[in-house]
């Protein structure tokens, strides 16, 4: 059974940086991606970013693309969302995921979770 735990949420000002980490128990697939969602209170969870963990492409959704970084260590089963010039709108619950290595902005598609690490941007 693969876990994901996150870490690294928090509370932080507007136009701060935060890191976040996921750390992965064991390799559930040959060929996966690794995403980070978040949700806000009343929408629905969106897909922030992701990693091919075979060959690094990345995705970033539209309202992250040039502050945030998603990346990953091989080494050590963990992947991370670096977050610059963070903005109240990106108020939320972050969560990793394992998800399909090509349809992996469907989250019907992520087979695990994490438990989701609180980030909050004040003003």
């Known amino acids: 059974q693969v876990q994901l735990v996150e870490s690294g949420g928090g509370l932080v000002q507007t136009g701060g940086s935060l890191r976040l980490s996921c750390a992965a128990s064991g390799r559930p697939f040959s060929s996966y991606a690794m995403d980070w969602f978040r949700q806000a209170p009343g929408k629905e969870r969106e897909v922030v970013a992701a990693?091919?963990?075979?060959?690094?492409?990345?995705y970033y959704g539209d309202s992250v693309k040039g502050r945030f970084t998603i990346s990953r260590d091989n080494a050590k089963n963990t992947v991370y969302l670096q977050m610059n010039s963070l903005k109240s709108a990106d108020t939320a619950v972050y969560y990793c995921a394992i998800c399909h290595s090509v349809y992996y902005t469907n989250p019907e598609l992520c087979n695990y979770w994490g438990q989701g690490t609180q980030v909050t941007v004040s003003s």
């Open positions: 990693i091919n963990w075979s060959t690094e492409s990345t």
